[in-house]
């Protein structure tokens, strides 16, 4: 089986080359000229595609194929105060080159919407923002040129006292989106509500793929074993471009387990890449730890002395 390691947003090698600059809603209010104002929000956004183009050589450069972009590309996105401006248009430019890039190279890229974008959520207007986020990553796709292979990664959301009724809230709402969302959505378990088994029965019902997140599954589940889990999950990725989608991450400590280490043990992976080798000849993960591509460079240096490992290049693996 051929796997690839990808890392989350912000690099830890390449310096000063954060692609989620951000500004707040109070030094936006405080500068008297709004159209002042509004560039210095279209200037940092800028910075942060550059940043990200900065990134997207430096994974190039190390083999590194799989990336997650930021969703804190363009500051203040969503808020009120410049929620008619549209900064994807006006920065369509450094969208498009980002887009060239990512195709022309066999990049694999997505977004994970933050944990606020909710579509099972019985408040309207948490719905109505949710929906209104996950436009917004689909135009940031649409404007690379990226099409439905290219996922926006979300989790089925709260429980909300009744786990079986929220879960039926998240199909229902899932129905009524515009179908060029849905194409571009992944569900993924969490690691305190939907379980891995919970989200897999969402995920088939509403016919779309199913991120599987090992630690949460560690963290969450009714007894499932991912030998039984795994060949259903795979499942969901059949028919798209890319090979199934895996998260991984350590527990930063016994006490602290459903926080990310640092860096990624191989014990909580290498027995998962054992059974899903079963059933999968390809597999993409990504790697969430605090350390980001450092992370990935050191699990690559253990992954070199491991007898049942292959490494292939500088961030995939045979196994």
């Not at 589940?221 to 350590?250: C, Q, Y």
Request: glycine fraction near 4%; include cysteine.
């Amino acid at each position: 089986m051929l796997v690839r390691f990808g890392f989350v947003a912000m690099s830890l090698n390449v310096k000063d080359a954060s692609p989620s600059k951000t500004m707040t809603a109070k030094t936006f209010q405080s500068i008297s000229d709004r159209k002042a104002a509004l560039q210095k929000v279209a200037r940092i956004a800028r910075e942060n595609l550059r940043n990200t183009q900065r990134i997207l050589y430096h994974c190039l450069a190390h083999d590194i194929t799989f990336y997650r972009f930021s969703s804190k590309l363009i500051p203040l996105a969503g808020h009120e105060l410049v929620q008619r401006v549209n900064f994807v248009e006006h920065l369509k430019d450094e969208f498009r080159s980002i887009g060239e890039f990512v195709r022309k190279n066999g990049i694999r890229c997505g977004f994970h919407p933050d944990h606020f974008t909710v579509l099972n959520s019985p408040r309207k207007q948490v719905l109505k923002n949710s929906v209104a986020d996950l436009r917004r990553h689909v135009n940031m796709l649409k404007a690379m040129g990226l099409n439905s292979a290219y996922k926006c990664n979300i989790h089925v959301g709260g429980v909300y006292g009744d786990k079986k009724a929220s879960g039926e809230t998240f199909k229902k709402n899932f129905v009524r989106l515009h179908p060029e969302l849905q194409e571009h959505l992944c569900l993924e378990n969490d690691d305190k509500s939907f379980t891995a088994q919970e989200t897999l029965e969402i995920a088939c019902s509403c016919n779309i793929p199913m991120v599987l997140d090992i630690h949460h599954h560690r963290c969450n589940h009714h007894g499932e074993g991912l030998e039984d889990l795994w060949p259903h999950i795979a499942e969901t990725w059949k028919g798209e471009a890319f090979p199934p989608k895996v998260h991984i991450s350590s527990p930063k400590s016994e006490q602290e387990f459903r926080n990310h280490a640092d860096e990624i043990n191989p014990a909580d992976l290498i027995p998962f890449l054992k059974i899903a080798r079963e059933h999968s000849k390809h597999l993409d993960i990504m790697i969430e730890a605090k350390q980001k591509d450092l992370a990935l460079f050191k699990l690559m240096k253990e992954m070199e002395t491991l007898p049942e490992v292959k490494v292939i290049n500088g961030a995939s693996i045979e196994i």
